[in-house]
């Protein structure tokens, strides 16, 4: 076999996959078809982007291997080959997982090695977690042991506005970026050589609501946490509509739960309504905005919570729901402006700080860098951690570019 039949064999096409290496077309082709042997620092990449070993990526190996033998590439890319699925997707997910290994190789630059508390994290709440209990007991036994280990929730405070913070502060790697036209609303899955794995969390931006990422974010580390043999999981778009889901597979009702008691446990539920004077059986829209506000959580989650927790019937679900709440939310938190409002209320100069600058350019799928991560790689640069050229790198940008986004720091280091 050659390296084009695993590259082909994950839904993957050769130039997306030379892209996303920043190598030309014509020599990535060389390399698939074993004209030539690709080098080691290319292998590794590709090689932690499809998820298999880097030696498999030498053509002795990859002529060898054949029958029980053959190289298949990671799980998450047979979850991928569905008719669901387009190529805007998978080649979404390449620069993501490119991310990934990104993000070990810049730890290991700066802090001699990877971020592994995730692991423990999840050890000490899987530990408390009995896998013969219901699916929701479960998330909820589980989202219970995460809120006492990371404080969420205390003081009667919602903690959408720390957990970005505090996952990646764990090690996990959470990217929220935009893909038009797309099907995935969010995905779980580990990246990284086998050596130095981490979960990722990808949530795909466009069209959608902070509130609404916050609970895909928190129902992404469910699955993370519980589904580490699956390979990974894809959450798509759904009914777009407002209503009640009701899942019924054993993963969803448990990520499900997770979230929402993470996000919105009874006890928060109960000390928002009574610091606001709300009460659950006769919600204005005002109190409902409120409800979300404070807490962080989209308007169906809350109607959802207040109903599991039996506050309200299955006529008000109908009735909460259908509040336009929208006109409300924007007057009381700045999470619910239109990005042109959020601008004009921040300034104008304000908002160039980032303006451009955290977009991919190599690969033919753009990807939006989250700002811890880039802020993490030009700290690299200013502490002579990293040059420029691998800076580029890590940002997977042209060198030239660099130079053009960030020309203060590119002078400090140059001095």
């Known amino acids: 076999m050659s390296l084009r039949t695993v590259i082909e064999g994950a839904g993957l096409g050769l130039n997306a996959c030379a892209d996303v290496l920043g190598v030309s077309h014509e020599v990535f082709q060389q390399w698939a078809d074993s004209q030539k042997e690709i080098p080691p620092a290319y292998a590794s990449i590709l090689a932690a982007t499809l998820g298999v070993k880097p030696e ?120 929220e970026s935009p893909i038009p036209n797309s099907q995935v609303e969010g995905c779980s899955f580990y990246v990284g050589d086998s050596s130095a794995q981490r979960p990722c969390i990808f949530v795909n931006t466009y069209k959608t609501t902070w509130f609404r990422r916050n609970v895909i974010i928190m129902h992404e580390l469910g699955h ?28 969803e009702v448990r990520a499900d739960a997770f979230a929402r008691d993470t996000l919105l446990p009874q006890k928060l539920l109960l000390s928002l309504c009574n610091q606001f004077g709300i009460k659950p059986t006769t919600m204005t829209p005002q109190d409902l905005a409120v409800l979300v506000a404070e807490s962080g959580v989209e308007k169906k989650t809350v109607v959802q919570v207040l109903f599991d927790n039996a506050l309200i019937d299955d006529a008000l679900v109908g009735q909460y729901l259908s509040y336009d709440i929208a006109a409300i939310l924007r007057q009381t938190t700045d999470h619910a402006l239109t990005t042109a409002e959020y601008i004009e209320k921040i300034g104008k100069d304000a908002a160039l700080v980032w303006e451009n600058k955290r977009f991919t350019s190599i690969a033919k799928r753009n990807l939006l860098l989250p700002v811890p991560y880039v802020t993490a790689v030009l700290d690299a640069v200013r502490t002579f951690s990293v040059s420029i050229s691998r800076a580029a790198e890590l940002l997977m940008i042209d060198e030239s570019l660099f130079f053009e986004r960030f020309p203060a720091i590119a002078q400090e280091v140059s001095e």
């Open 56 to 175: 498999a990526m030498t053509s002795r190996v990859l002529m060898s291997a054949r029958g029980s033998a053959r190289i298949e590439p990671a799980a998450i890319w047979f979850k991928f080959s569905g008719d669901q699925f387009q190529e805007v997707d998978r080649e979404s997910i390449l620069t993501v997982r490119r991310l990934g290994h990104n993000a070990n190789q810049l730890e290991q630059a700066t802090l001699g090695q990877p971020n592994k508390s995730w692991e423990i994290m999840f050890q000490n709440i899987t530990r408390q977690v009995d896998l013969q209990a219901s699916p929701r007991d479960q998330g909820k036994v589980a989202a219970k042991a995460f809120c006492e280990l990371n404080q969420f929730g205390h003081g009667g405070k919602g903690s959408s506005e720390i957990l970005r913070d505090r996952l990646r502060s764990q090690g996990i790697l959470l990217i």
């Open 224 to 251: 993370a946490l519980f589904d580490q043999t699956s390979g990974g999981e894809i959450d798509v778009l759904a009914d777009v509509s407002d209503s009640v889901m009701v899942k019924s597979s054993l993963t």
